[in-house]
């Protein structure tokens, strides 16, 4: 299974999404929330995250960032290689961010904001993981 999303920010925060359909590979503009999967939501939130946090940093500190592209991808990738992977649970999910930063920018810049990116909260949820507390209320109607 492979999941893809690309979004593109400019220094004005507006942005774009695009997605591709995980069975077909097509690739399509995003126009509403709805037109993802549940992993192209987890990888839009990651992109939108990192995106914000990156031209935020760049206008507080004077650098000329103009525009930001993420590429994520959600796969499961197993393990060992197999005849019949349909039967093998055992495998491992991944997200891969490609970060293309556009403007005036330096090496020195170019760097410490890939360092940044890092440091969105969502990607830091991901990364160190977050335990979930399902609990099933009562309706009023309900005895």
């Known amino acids: 299974m492979s999941e893809k999303v690309i979004l593109r920010q400019n220094s004005k925060f507006e942005t774009e999404f695009f997605a591709s359909d995980p069975e077909s590979g097509k690739q399509h503009h995003v126009d509403h929330v709805n037109d993802l999967t549940p992993y192209g939501m987890l990888l839009a939130s990651l992109g939108t995250c990192t ?12 650098i000329k960032l103009d525009e930001a ?8 990738v197993f393990r060992d290689d197999c005849r ?4 093998i649970l055992d495998y491992t ?7 293309k930063l556009m403007g005036d920018l330096s090496s020195q810049e170019r760097e410490k904001l890939f360092k940044i990116s890092h440091h969105c909260p969502i990607h830091k949820i991901i990364s160190a993981g977050i335990s ?4 099933l209320i009562k309706n009023k109607r309900e005895t």
């Open 51 to 62: 995106t914000v946090l990156l031209h935020t940093h760049a206008k507080n500190h004077g």
């Open 132 to 135: 979930i507390n399902l609990h």
């Open 69 to 76: 592209e993420i590429t994520l991808r959600y796969e499961r």
């Open 93 to 99: 999910e991944q997200i891969s961010e490609d970060i």
């Open 84 to 87: 019949n992977c349909e039967e």
